[in-house]
């Protein structure tokens, strides 16, 4: 079957770009330099973007470019042994995908909400009380369905569905260069508007002033390397997707450096707009900016909101930037959801049509349990094991399997042959040494901190079944699936090798 291919590079650009934007930019990069040091953090932010970013994005993108293949395909290719890895990164992203698109349903609700802030003025009650209907629940314990969440988590579903249904060129790539410029305009024109608001100078002084002192903190770094990680799409099996659709003549290295350096630059705009807001709303209420930040969902559902209330024109401010979160959230869910598909399309050897119907028909039914009473609690469980266990732990195993177990230097020569300037040996450096350290670091040390403190005072009980049993069968699917293929690998490299 011919592997399809973008349609132009501006188009493969905006799509990866469109991946590595998503929700977490606009909310969790500016808390996290809040944090940790303000301006300091851009100190070991930049750090971690020259040292992981970069050279893990030129490392997938070689990979998926030279191997032409989803990430099972592309660690097969390495060696048969490899191919669990490839099949956990997938499996971490179906995971992602359905809980993610509960976080851009509650999005969409709350574009209608903003246009006369139903919200009321007590956003948290309006949000976890009236919206979510969170009452006495736990992750195992749902609750009720709730037909108001439901609702705009299938409109999401049918718009990822369609872009991965039509394919790379006509689905995807349209969508990403709709998107991604309205995302931009869109936030640019917030940014504009509240960056002239009294005491919006105030917020963006705790954002960009820097503690120094912090810079010798541990946890900074980890922060810093984490959010970068987080926020790049590498490690579970996006990146090497979308670049096996590359056309043959494509320059790697170049499209490594736009993708990372476009999403770092637009996390720093989205740090501005958000502390400008936060600035304002402190001079409204007379209180420091540290009394009005939350972080996470809190910032974008119940700070946020608040916020608009005092905005001049909030009936179409409010709108624009919750337009502006499904944009960012749309254009990331489709890149998730099409890493789960290729895969399928490479492994059964099926149609897009088929591959595309199976997963997102089965992923919407699955994101349901979202849509309940509990829902926000399962989210936040998944969540924080995916995104700080499975999603670290597989970045880890790859860097180590590249730089260690496979050829790096390889790789460099292929994406230096490809591409029109040259990485030098500081790529090898990175991939083998600095990266995977500062990883294994961060990864011993948020399995010490869970394993002895838990997480977000959930059960015991959930933590198993629910965070360590859900990254273990992830892990075992991935084994078995590799067990299984073997043998017909094998059979099948033998029989060409006799022919």
Not at 54 to 64: C, H, K, R
Not at 221 to 238: E, H, N
Not at 304 to 319: E, R, S, V
Request: net charge neutral; glycine share 10%; with cysteine.
């Amino acid at each position: 079957m011919k592997r399809e291919q973008w349609g132009s590079r501006a188009g493969f650009i905006l799509a990866a770009v469109g991946s590595a934007i998503g929700l977490g930019n606009i909310w969790r990069f500016p808390y996290m330099a809040y944090e940790n040091g303000g301006g300091a953090f851009f100190v070991p932010y930049l750090f971690a973007m020259l040292t992981a970013g970069i050279p893990f994005m030129i490392m997938e993108f070689g990979l998926g470019h030279k191997l032409r293949g989803s990430a099972p395909v592309v660690f097969s290719k390495l060696n048969t042994k490899f191919e669990w890895l490839g099949w956990f990164q997938v499996g971490i992203a179906a995971t992602i995908a359905v809980y993610y698109v509960a976080v851009i349903g509650w999005a969409m609700s709350y574009v209608g909400f903003a246009f006369d802030q139903s919200w009321g003025t007590d956003t948290n009650a309006f949000f976890f009380s009236e919206y979510l209907k969170l009452g006495d629940n736990s992750p195992s314990n749902l609750g009720n369905w709730q037909l108001h969440i439901a609702l705009p988590m299938a409109l999401a579903w049918a718009i990822t569905f369609a872009a991965v249904f039509t394919g790379v060129k006509g689905g995807i790539e349209r969508a990403s260069k709709i998107m991604m410029p309205l995302l931009f305009v869109m936030v640019l024109l917030l940014v504009l508007r509240v960056a002239f608001l009294p005491g919006a100078v105030d917020g963006l002084n705790y954002l960009f002033t820097p503690d120094f002192s912090k810079l010798t903190d541990t946890k900074v770094w980890s922060a810093a390397y984490g959010q970068i990680f987080f926020t790049l799409s590498v490690g579970f099996a996006i990146m090497l997707a979308y670049s096996s659709y590359l056309p043959k003549k494509s320059d790697v290295t170049n499209n490594a450096f736009m993708t990372v350096l476009i999403n770092c630059g637009f996390s720093i705009l989205a740090g501005v707009l958000i502390f400008s807001i936060l600035g304002y709303m402190a001079l409204e209420q007379g209180k420091a900016v540290t009394e009005v930040v939350s972080g996470g969902v809190g910032l974008a559902f119940v700070t946020l909101p608040q916020a608009i209330n005092l905005l001049p024109a909030p009936y179409i401010l409010g709108p624009v930037f919750f337009l502006a979160l499904v944009v960012a959230g749309l254009s990331s869910h489709i890149s998730i959801i099409e890493a789960v598909t290729s895969a399928i399309i490479d492994k059964l050897n099926v149609s897009r049509k088929v591959a595309a119907s199976s997963v997102c028909g089965i992923g919407a039914v699955i994101s349901m349990a979202f849509a309940t009473n509990g829902g926000l609690l399962l989210l936040d469980l998944v969540d924080y094991f995916m995104n700080n266990v499975a999603l670290l732990a597989s970045c880890l195993i790859e860097l180590v399997i590249i730089g260690w177990l496979v050829k790096v230097s390889d790789i460099r020569a292929y994406v230096n042959k490809v591409s029109e300037f040259s990485v030098g040996a500081w790529l090898e450096v990175c991939v083998r040494f600095v990266s995977p350290l500062m990883l294994a670091w961060i990864v011993g040390t948020n399995l010490v901190n869970t394993f002895n403190e838990g997480y977000g005072g959930y059960a015991q009980s959930d933590l198993l079944m629910l965070g360590w049993g859900l990254t273990a069968a992830l892990i075992a699917v991935g084994v078995i699936i590799n067990i299984v293929s073997s043998p017909a690998k094998n059979s099948a490299e033998a029989q060409e090798a006799n022919a």
